[in-house]
């Protein structure tokens, strides 16, 4: 078998071996390209968002839709529509295209669990807007900026959220 020479080691090795430091090494230094949900998304933070998930009040079931909704892998209608499960990609409740973002956010389901949600909310906090506090961002990603909402608060809506979206996927 003919033997090289590797940079990295130096050492003669058969050319059908390939040692797991050397892959290792390289992957270690290979230029990483970003997701494709992080490159359609620059403006979240997705640190904060997967930390969000990670909070110890959210249930397993919880953290695993979330782990999901975010890099966009949730099995809803219009994605099972592409791999040619379903036969139409639309919605069950009111006949739109079923995206992530309807789901969630514009679905008749959505819309009446938020509803709900707001108003638990707004018992805490009365004056709170709620177009602010659900919005895409928050819904999807776990994120609320720092400023509409005190930290007590912020944890409570994060958690609401997340029961918002266990009732409405679940």
Not at 27 to 43: I, Q
Not at 56 to 66: D, G
Not at 97 to 106: D, G, K, M, R, Y
Not at 155 to 164: K, S
Request: net charge positive; with cysteine; proline share 6%.
């Amino acid at each position: 078998s003919f033997k090289q020479t590797t940079p990295l080691f130096g050492n003669s090795l058969p050319t059908n071996i390939i040692p797991t430091k050397f892959v290792y090494w390289s992957l270690l230094n290979k230029d990483r390209t970003k997701s494709r949900v992080v490159s359609k998304h620059p403006n979240i933070d997705f640190k904060t968002s997967w930390q969000n998930i990670h909070d110890k009040n959210n249930y397993p079931q919880t953290r695993a839709l979330s782990w999901r909704i975010i890099p966009e892998i949730l099995p809803i209608n219009h994605r099972l529509y592409r791999f040619h499960l379903r036969k139409n990609p639309l919605c069950d409740y009111c006949k739109r295209v079923e995206t992530t973002e309807h789901a969630f956010l514009h679905c008749k389901i959505a819309k009446i669990t938020w509803k709900e949600i707001l108003s638990l909310i707004r018992k805490h906090e009365p004056n709170i807007d709620g177009e602010i506090i659900l919005n895409y961002r928050s819904i999807i990603y776990n994120l609320l900026l720092k400023d509409e909402a005190p930290t007590y608060l912020q944890r409570l809506i994060i958690i609401l959220i997340n029961i918002g979206k266990d009732t409405i996927w679940y």
